[in-house]
């Protein structure tokens, strides 16, 4: 789960040329509130939607408009989506550049992307369960994890780790093989664990589109 593989050219990156209200129609076209601006290849500076609607000057050039940092934040070739999206959220960001070596611009990289491809690694619509375990950072072992579900005749195919903010727990998604969860629940109830959430095929439609929804909630900016 590498940059390379998710990189988007649907939506084009700005250039210094256009304006500000071709850029205002290009983002509201695009759905999007933020993106880079480029000189020829080169990334040169990122513009925001709302910064563009404060502006009176529709013909002014992109060129003309303040840098939106000092140092410009962007994404590599080789970086893993978990490293990605926590660098994304750090800087609540919906999107970044992605440039090769050279600093030459290779297209964007969007945290909805990176949340679609997390949910589709975890299998989250097909066969089996997904547990959710809320558990403090140092209680948490993936080797005694697994030996308890295995226990209980299951095992795990999908893991996702999230720190939440405000909290001292972490925030497992565990993907289990198994959609008969008795065994694996009472397992992790006896052995201390608290299973804040779960679902499986057995819930109701209604019920596992819900939890699917809140899941990419938390994961997409």
Known sequence: MLTDQYINNSIQALKVTDDIDFAINYMEDCQVHFLPVLKGQELVN?????????LNEAQKPLSDLPLYAPVLPFLTLGQHLMS???????MDLPLLAVLNEAGEYLGLLQAKDIGEAMSKSLSIKQGGSILVIKIKPQDYALSELSRV???AEAKIIGLLIFEIEGQEDLELHVKLN???LANCLSALERHGYHVAQYFNRE????DLDSRYANLMKFIDL
Do not use: G, P
């Open 46 to 54: 990122y513009v925001e939607l709302n910064q563009l609607y404060n």
């Open 149 to 151: 579900i295995e226990y």
């Open 203 to 206: 819930d109701s439609q209604e």
């Open 178 to 180: 198994t959609s008969s």
């Open 84 to 90: 990605v999206l926590a660098y994304l959220k750090s």
